[in-house]
């Protein structure tokens, strides 16, 4: 290839991932702006079940690689990873920052001398350079990094930042890359474990559906847990609920409650105090419904609907219905 | 039993800051320092395997590449428990990224030969989530990121551990000795130093080397860096709200196409 | 830090006749026990105020004659030069920090017994007060209408000597002109009675002649209860009340407007319990908004959050934003707003502590949130200076992050000890407010006068603020989950340990009344319960439930309150005259009678319990214990005594060697853990101890500025002398 745009795709138990799309669509349009080609990897025990779903247009070519182990494993990814860049010499390789590229992707980076950034938020070629944008003094600022003198750039890159590439049943073509990785494995697969939620942490959450004083009564919350658990969301509340003795502090967010940084933060009948945008300003995407146009809640949200907060969690279950 | 632990002391921004003048950096005036919170498990986890494995000759040793701020988090994990500190440091190192900072603890790593090395899975400033897998990589060492459950096997020589995946789901894992391990936070819950501890701190050694005493030479080095930072400039925010109109029925559909692009 | 420029409305001047409010943050009047005898009191108290950014900052009521004599309550009083000398020190103050002083000219009528001047008040009609028992005001005859208007007017003109900028002419809470004004006070059947001009033309040709007398030098104010909330037969904001605004509007530079009279004046200071922020909108929030005045209003309702004061502004509910008790709670608040400093904002929680002295007669006011309170002058303690401790390179360890613990804590950092850690045994830190907090609300259900019981959720504000002043104290360590040992303690190495542990309730129903425990008392077992065990929920309890109530503040009446709600059948027995007499000064007592007996609570005053039998509690009348009461009861909630968790405390003095070993110089107790007592005295016990941490003695409190009489010489000069050294306000 020499030059290429690589995507290393994801999949866990037997799903491939959202964020494997994103990264086609992110390398898309990164080949095209750079004239490269662009190349999606997929390294699993039966990497063919996933070709139809690697299927974007704009794809020179899929690879596949068969790993020995029947789960992922950081060690035989590493490998996988470090072989196929010295055999296929692409410039630029993309992951997602996820669990498992935690894992190996900063490995190979480190052992073979490629350029590298994490958690990259925003990428682009300007006169055939590479510059990314990422974070900066926990989110505060915005870094931008170049990578001068490097013939393969590694990149993982943040999930749910771009948008998907749509599957559109193109059919590139598919070559099998056999590479010795019978040794590699270094760890043990022992099972899976399920969490059980006792303790609601309300700052791992992805995705926070808030309720404020809008509720109005203690009677009102439940439809809001249920609400939240239909929406994949995790509850919290600003401070007067757990004032009012409604729900207890560990779903409090706001200065005196908990700090949170979720994906998706989906506030509801919430004005907007000062400590409570405090505790979630930093989130990456702030949906504010209130029946108040003055609310300041909506100075830090990305999207506001003045709107009751009632008739739009009806809407919303009859949507998930 | 030697257990490494690879710690750093990060940046926290006052609430209004301004950047220092070379633009790449924020004024030092607007930072407050502390132990990177993700290394604070990770030392707690040290001190447990070492509290349940304990043999003698047992050492738990911290190390850092930071400038002289970083000595105040070293003294808090000697003062936790650690029995030895090492600080890597030359003005060489000031723009150092991550896989330069891997680079100089993998030579501090050689140097120690430790049976484990732990690291946060990321740290709270630049949340790179690299350096510990950087370093097993440089190390060729077994190792397992984003661990939240630690067991050590009875004779010592492996772990089983559980790793956290996206989800709430968690994968049991055994890795044999020696390993690195990134921890997650809330694995234990890290213990606190009382006065004396502090105060006894002061007395523990606490080694300050400069890259060269590694056998690290500046070009070496920034040979060997992953990027190379260009710009720092605040976030853009929006003038206010996007403006979702019309009847509940629209605003929840868009409500559902913008969360499902979020987390799918 | 700068000023969010949403907060720049807050911040405009605006006109009150010749005079210029530099914002719009303005103490309405309000009591703090300081009158015009305790000058110093006054100045400093007032003053602090100015210094942290109030616009205007007022007396107390102020009597305008020795015939409206409150004692022992304490008002202001501008008789003579005397009282005009004192009261200048409060102006002078004022104007130092750029702050209008303001003045509320006030005559009582009935409501003021005059158990110190032993003179008559005179009133509209002879009809005795509603508030003060047995007290009847002498019929106003013509001429003396004319006397008590020229009172007013020789008050206003001392007022201006004093050098007070806004005058008052004082008719809410059902003071004078209030009841000339309200048919509930006024049966006349002269040109001073009977119809609305002729109700109203006591207030208006008062304020016609204050008016004429000081008017072109000072702006004129009228305080007035807009709605009397008796309904038709007293004032009602849409009907007479909007009518008087716009009759004497042309009078007014400044209408200062609130609800409800004096004898039920929780309506007007409503307490978090029953009242939210900004309560008054329903009432005196509408005259503005509906055009009946075109002079500036001001207007309260326990408000503290910036964002509702923006609100209430740009909706053309008020003008300014009035203030009592937000302002004793952040003395501060304007500065920390324009500074961009909200999270250290000490917001009010509403508990009425402060109320409570004035109610009481004569003590000076406390605030829970505010330990400096009152003491601006008499210790010289400034509520946001702390002078570095002689001492701070001792380290300290506070056991217990209550109320006294969180509170010294935070001084001993403020005060810039070298190390500071506080170890808390629980997760959280707050002590006995995380569970108190939880207190306080029935089933939601209105009671039967405005408002339901919303509880105590905003006592939290205790824990909320300290935990982030502790989060930012450098020199501050806070350590949860953790409880120490008297071994683990002695190891510790501080030099310095304060026990802050709290207390418990006892179990055997040990009472003040009897002095004995209870035949058959034993909270140990699951069917009786102590009143933390209710809250916590960790004992069943069943339909049936006796509440004993021998402590005389909230905690039985509370927990018979949450029961009754929650559907139990519930009797609450106290041996004294009433249930949770402490409530009286509060002013929470009124609406939480009515919550109880819209409960079904069965309630026995007088009564003492005498022996506890599964099923069965035998009680008896204590003014003849053979009259016997017999209640049959599935549990028992013994809210009898709290007892100190001094074991830690006890264990440590008791071995003064291995304390001298270990390098522990001093051991001290604070709060609940050295007495059990009310929060606001457990807040001011950790406040004191780190205040004087470095005095010679720091567990004898260091001796503070009586102001009293001396025959002689002011008898303060040494105290005086040592305090200017050390204080952190700068004293005069």
């Known amino acids: 290839m020499a030059g290429g745009v690589l995507v290393l795709a994801e999949a866990r138990r037997g799903e491939l991932r959202e964020v494997s799309l994103e990264l086609l669509a992110l390398g898309r349009e990164l080949a095209d702006s750079a004239g490269l080609e662009l190349r999606a990897a997929l390294v699993d025990s039966e990497p063919e079940r996933f070709v139809g779903q690697l299927a974007a247009t704009g794809l020179t070519e899929v690879l596949l690689v068969r790993a020995p182990t029947a789960h992922f494993e950081a060690h035989v990814w590493e490998q996988a990873l470090a072989a196929m860049i010295e055999q296929e010499r692409p410039s630029l390789v993309l992951l997602g920052q996820t669990i498992d590229s935690l894992g190996f992707a900063a490995a190979v980076a480190a052992r073979l001398g490629l350029g590298f950034a994490s958690d990259v938020t925003g990428a682009r070629f300007i006169d055939g350079a590479l510059y990314v944008t990422r974070g900066a003094y926990g989110e505060k600022l915005i870094a931008e990094l170049a990578f001068p003198d490097r013939e393969c750039t590694l990149l993982t890159v943040r999930a749910g930042i771009f948008a998907a590439a749509p599957v559109d049943g193109s059919r590139p073509p598919v070559r099998e890359v056999s590479l010795e990785l019978a040794d590699a494995s270094a760890t043990e697969h022992l099972g899976f474990v399920e969490v059980a939620e006792s303790d609601v942490d309300i700052t791992k959450a992805e995705f926070l559906l808030s309720i404020g004083r809008g509720v109005e009564d203690a009677e009102n919350i439940p439809r809001f847990e249920r609400l939240a658990e239909r929406l994949g969301a995790t509850l919290s509340v600003s401070r007067p609920l757990v004032d009012a003795g409604w729900m207890p502090a560990a779903r409090q967010v706001g200065q005196s409650g908990k700090t949170v940084r979720p994906r998706v933060y989906l506030a509801m009948g919430i004005s907007g105090a000062v400590q409570h945008l405090a505790g979630m300003r930093q989130a990456d995407l702030i949906i504010a419904v209130n029946s108040d146009p003055e609310a300041p809640i909506f100075s830090v949200a990305h999207y506001g609907a003045v709107a009751d907060m009632f008739e739009v969690a009806d809407a919303l279950e009859a949507l998930l219905d | ?202 007395e523990k050694p606490l080694e300050r080397l400069g890259p060269g005493e590694l056998g690290l030479s500046p070009e070496e080095l920034s040979g060997h860096a992953g990027a190379r930072l260009v710009a720092l400039r605040p976030p853009e925010r929006g003038e206010g709200a996007q403006l979702l109109d019309g009847s509940a029925d629209r605003i929840a559909a868009r409500i559902l196409e913008l969360v499902r692009e979020r987390v799918g | 830090m700068a000023r969010d420029p949403k907060y720049d409305i807050l911040f405009e001047p605006i006109q009150l006749g010749p005079k210029t409010l530099k914002n719009r943050f303005y103490q309405v009047p309000h009591c703090i026990g300081a009158g015009s005898e305790k000058p110093g009191m006054q100045a400093y108290h007032r003053g602090m105020k100015a210094e942290g950014g109030w616009g205007a900052v007022c007396t107390e009521y102020c009597s305008i004659h020795p015939e409206s004599d409150d004692t022992s309550r304490v008002s202001a009083r501008i008789w003579d030069e005397g009282d005009i000398r004192n009261l200048a020190v409060m102006c002078d103050r004022l104007h130092q920090f750029g702050a209008l002083a303001g003045i509320e000219l006030w005559y009582g009528g009935p409501h003021a017994p005059c158990m110190e001047t032993r003179a008559t008040p005179r009133g509209p009609s002879q009809i005795a007060s509603d508030y003060e028992l047995n007290i009847f005001p002498r019929y106003m005859d013509k001429d003396d209408i004319a006397a008590v208007q020229q009172m007013y007017v020789d008050a206003a003109i001392r007022a201006r000597e004093a050098g007070f900028d806004i005058i008052y002419v004082y008719g809410a809470h059902a003071y004078l002109p209030f009841q000339f004004l309200s048919p509930f006070y006024n049966r006349r059947t002269d040109e001073y009675g009977g119809s609305f001009e002729n109700r109203a033309r006591f207030w208006r040709e008062t304020l016609i002649k204050v008016r004429e007398a ?519």
């Open chain 3, 214 to 732: 000081v008017g072109d030098d000072c702006a004129i104010a009228s305080r007035f209860a807009v709605d009397h909330l008796l309904g038709p037969i007293s004032i009602e904001y849409d009907k007479e009340g909007a009518r008087f605004v716009e009759y004497c509007d042309d009078l007014v530079d400044l209408w200062d407007f609130t609800v409800g009279d004096i004898a039920e004046w929780g309506q007007n200071a409503g307490p978090s319990r029953f009242f939210e922020e900004n309560h008054e909108k329903p009432y005196s929030g509408q005259i503005k908004p509906s055009n009946h005045t075109n002079k500036p209003v001001v207007g309260v309702g326990r408000v503290t959050n910036p964002d509702t004061m923006v609100a209430i502004i740009r909706s053309g509910q008020f003008d300014i934003i009035g203030a009592a008790r937000p302002s004793i709670s952040d003395p501060f608040l304007p500065k920390k707003i324009e500074e961009g400093r909200l999270d250290d904002i000490r917001e009010c929680i509403g508990c009425n502590q402060c109320i409570s002295r004035w109610e009481i007669g004569g003590p000076p006011l406390v605030c829970t949130q505010n330990a400096t309170a009152g003491e601006e002058y008499r210790r010289g303690w400034h509520p946001e200076k702390f002078h570095p401790a002689a001492n701070r390179e001792k380290s300290v360890l506070v056991v217990g992050a209550g109320p006294a613990g969180m509170e010294c804590a935070m001084v001993l950092g403020k005060r810039q000890m070298s190390a500071v850690h506080l170890v808390e045994a629980e997760r959280e830190i707050g002590g006995c407010v995380n569970w108190i907090s939880l207190l306080g609300h029935s089933d939601g259900k209105p009671n039967l006068h405005r408002g339901t019981a919303r509880g105590l959720g905003e006592w939290k504000r205790i824990v909320n603020y300290r935990q982030i002043q502790l989060d930012k104290l450098r020199n501050v360590e806070v350590h949860t989950n953790s409880r120490l040992s008297v071994e683990d303690v002695f190891t510790y190495g501080a030099e310095i340990v304060i026990i802050a542990t709290g207390c418990r309730f006892a179990t055997d129903g040990l009472n003040a009344a009897t002095h004995a425990p209870i035949e058959g008392a034993d909270a140990t077992l699951d069917w009786q319960l102590t009143p933390d065990e209710v809250v916590k929920g960790t004992k069943q309890i069943g339909k049936r439930v006796l509440v004993l109530e021998n402590e005389g503040y909230f905690m039985g009446a509370s927990v018979a309150q949450k029961l009754a709600g929650e559907g139990h059948e519930v009797t609450l027995v106290t041996q004294a005259k009433e249930i949770a007499p402490y409530m009286e000064y509060t002013l929470e007592a009124p609406m939480l009678h009515r919550d109880l007996h819209r409960l079904g609570v069965d309630i026995h005053v007088y009564t003492m319990i005498e022996k506890i039998e599964p099923g069965v509690c035998h009680a008896y009348n204590i003014w003849n214990p053979a009259h016997k009461l017999r209640f049959e009861v599935d549990s028992v909630v013994l809210c009898t005594a709290r007892l100190s968790n001094d074991e830690l405390y006890r264990a440590l003095k008791a071995d003064k060697p291995r304390l001298e070993r270990e390098g522990i110089e001093a051991v001290y107790v604070i709060g609940d853990a050295s007495a059990p007592r009310m929060i606001v005295d457990s807040i001011f016990d950790g406040h004191r101890l780190a205040r004087e941490i470095d005095s010679p003695n720091p567990e004898m409190p260091l001796p503070f500025i009586r102001e009293r009489r001396l025959w002689g010489d002011s008898g303060n000069e040494d105290y005086l002398a040592q305090l200017r050294n050390t204080a952190d306000v700068a004293l005069a």
């Open chain 2, 1 to 202: 039993m030697k257990i490494l632990v690879c710690v750093k002391q990060v940046a926290s921004l006052d609430e209004e800051f301004e950047l220092g003048g070379d633009g790449l950096s924020v004024d030092p005036e607007f930072v407050e320092w502390e132990l990177n919170e993700w290394d604070s498990f990770a030392l707690e986890a040290a001190l447990r395997l070492r509290e349940q494995i304990g043999a003698s000759g047992d050492e738990v040793v911290v190390a850092t590449v930071g400038a002289e701020v970083a000595e105040d988090g070293l003294l808090g994990c000697l003062a936790r428990g650690a029995d030895r500190a090492v600080r890597v440091w030359d003005e060489s190192l000031a723009s150092a990224d991550v896989l330069v900072v891997a680079r100089v603890l993998a030579a501090v790593a050689r140097r120690e030969q430790p049976d484990l090395v732990l690291c946060g899975v990321q740290s709270s400033d630049a949340v790179n989530g690299a350096t510990g897998t950087a370093l097993a990589g440089l190390l060729a060492l077994r190792r397992v990121a984003v661990v939240k459950r630690i067991e050590p096997e009875p004779e010592g020589r492996a772990l089983v551990v559980e790793r956290e995946l996206e989800g709430g789901l968690l994968e049991r894992l055994r890795v044999k000795l020696p390993a690195l391990l990134t921890v997650q936070t809330g694995i234990f819950e890290p213990r606190y130093a009382t006065l004396r501890a502090i105060k006894q701190a002061r």
